[in-house]
């Protein structure tokens, strides 16, 4: 418990997205009216990712027009086009790349994450290669997707790397996915679903490669990307790449903070609040959305991130309202995230990249209407919807409820095929 916020506080938000959004509203809603300032490096307002690899890339909306809605009198300073650089809690204060320094009383973490590079800085380089993380990369990769591009080359076929290449698929640009696992997607949802991703991408005439990396992208002479050498040992004429690889945190700007970071977020505890470096609350500093290495009661002891944006939005609300009221109520909701793919809706609730076990227990992924399940240690963990998403709230409840893995419940559609698989 620590004490709840008065009128004439200051609330500082570092990162100007989706968790900062979220947190703004929430506070106002709860009727705190003092200053809620902003600290944003990129010079946006806050704006949605998830059409940038789907509709943006597709060009069925623009970047201008996925900005994030808020209520005009929301009230907030904005400061964007600054970098936080450091952090002192000492002094209550953030400090800004152009030297400024900004007070708080209390503060909110909202970095989030940026894209992984590709290892070869030279090849990372080369014109025509890209990552996807803002909207600035969204509108470079637009740009080049014309009838004119001869192929493109999708390094990663996670979540990112299948809609970018669906997207390019949709466009009818030919298109090479590579993955180093054994089938598209497997990583998180699983070899059943992968198998499911797999079927829809040679569909669709995409050269899906798994099993296979890249050993060197080729430039020609003006330093434009021209081919890419695999592992398969083939060498492919591409002139568009997109590492999709995973992404990073940003989190060097605490360095020293007393704020402890590992190598994949800032630490903190069920209530949002950011830990020192003896695993105590920092009472003052919260910490919400995909920077966040937060507890999960679905997956035992340990810090696990959530990289989806309703739990970036459920984060943040938990915070916001721990800041405002003093209180330390723990966030427990369930993650439920989706992605759409060559026509087909995937909806999850829950934490499949935990699971060691999986079922079918409706509908076939064969015929590309499904619900697989996920277990861990016997309970029952996350589910993943395919075009089924009517389904999803009643498996929530379950994982909700700490429902025993297999479910015993019969359900309307049963598959016919229930038998338990490993999980990847
Ligand atoms: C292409 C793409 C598609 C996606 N599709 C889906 C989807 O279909 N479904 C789904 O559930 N999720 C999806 N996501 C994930 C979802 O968008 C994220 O979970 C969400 O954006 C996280 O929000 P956030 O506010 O925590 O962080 P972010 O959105 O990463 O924002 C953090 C902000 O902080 C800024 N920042 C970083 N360092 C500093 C600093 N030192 N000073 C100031 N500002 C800083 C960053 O530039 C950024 O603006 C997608 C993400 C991407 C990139």
Redesign the pocket.
């Known amino acids: 418990m620590h004490a709840p916020l008065t009128a004439d506080a200051r609330v500082v938000i570092?990162?100007?997205?989706?968790?900062?959004l979220t947190a703004a509203e929430t506070l106002r809603t709860s009727g705190f009216t003092g200053t809620i300032t902003v600290?944003?490096?990129?010079p946006y307002l806050p704006y949605d990712?998830?059409p940038?690899?789907k509709q943006v890339l597709t060009g069925v909306a623009d970047t201008t027009t996925t900005q994030l809605p808020h209520a005009e009198d929301l009230d907030v300073d904005w400061h964007l086009g600054q970098?936080?650089t450091s952090l002192d809690t000492d002094a209550k204060q953030v400090l800004l790349q152009n030297g400024e320094r900004v007070g708080y009383d209390r503060l909110l973490i909202?970095?989030?994450?940026r894209s992984r590079p590709w290892p070869v800085t030279a090849e990372a380089a080369l014109d025509g290669v890209f990552v996807?993380?803002t909207a600035d990369d969204a509108a470079a990769i637009r740009e080049r997707l014309t009838d004119a591009t001869r192929r493109v080359l999708v390094i990663g076929g996670g979540?990112?790397g299948g809609?970018i290449a669906s997207s390019c698929s949709s466009l009818r640009i030919p298109v090479t996915v590579v993955d180093r696992g054994p089938a598209p997607m497997a990583k998180l949802f699983g070899t059943a679903i992968g198998e499911m991703m797999r079927a829809l991408h040679d569909e669709h005439d995409v050269d899906l490669r798994t099993g296979t990396g890249v050993t060197a992208m080729l430039g020609d002479d003006g330093g434009r990307l021209t081919a890419a050498q695999l592992t398969d040992g083939s060498t492919i004429d591409v002139d568009v790449a997109v590492v999709a690889i995973g992404a990073l945190p940003?989190n060097e700007?605490l360095a020293g903070s007393g704020v402890t970071s590992d190598g994949e977020g800032v630490l903190c505890d069920a209530a949002q609040h950011a830990l020192s470096a003896d695993g105590q609350p920092v009472l003052d500093v919260f910490v919400?959305?995909?920077?966040a290495r937060h507890p999960n009661p679905l997956a035992g002891p340990g810090v696990w991130t959530s990289?989806?944006?309703?739990?970036?939005v459920g984060q943040a609300e938990t915070a916001a309202w721990n800041m405002a009221r003093g209180t330390d109520t723990p966030h427990q909701e369930v993650p439920v995230?989706?992605?759409t793919q060559f026509g087909q809706v995937l909806k999850a609730a829950g934490e499949p990249a935990i699971a060691d076990t999986a079922q079918i227990t409706q509908g076939s992924l064969g015929a590309r209407s499904a619900v697989v399940t996920f277990g861990r240690d016997g309970r029952l963990v996350a589910a993943v919807a395919v075009n089924q998403s009517k389904w999803l709230p009643y498996y929530l409840a379950q994982i909700k409820a700490g429902a025993a893995f297999p479910l015993e419940d019969p359900t309307v559609d049963p598959a016919a095929d229930t038998r338990l698989s490993a999980a990847r």
């Open positions: 570092v990162g100007a997205s989706l968790a900062c600290l944003g490096d990129e990712r998830p940038l690899s970098a936080a909202a970095t989030g994450r996807l993380r979540l990112t809609e940003n700007w919400a959305g995909d920077i990289e989806h944006w309703g739990a970036a995230f989706w992605t």
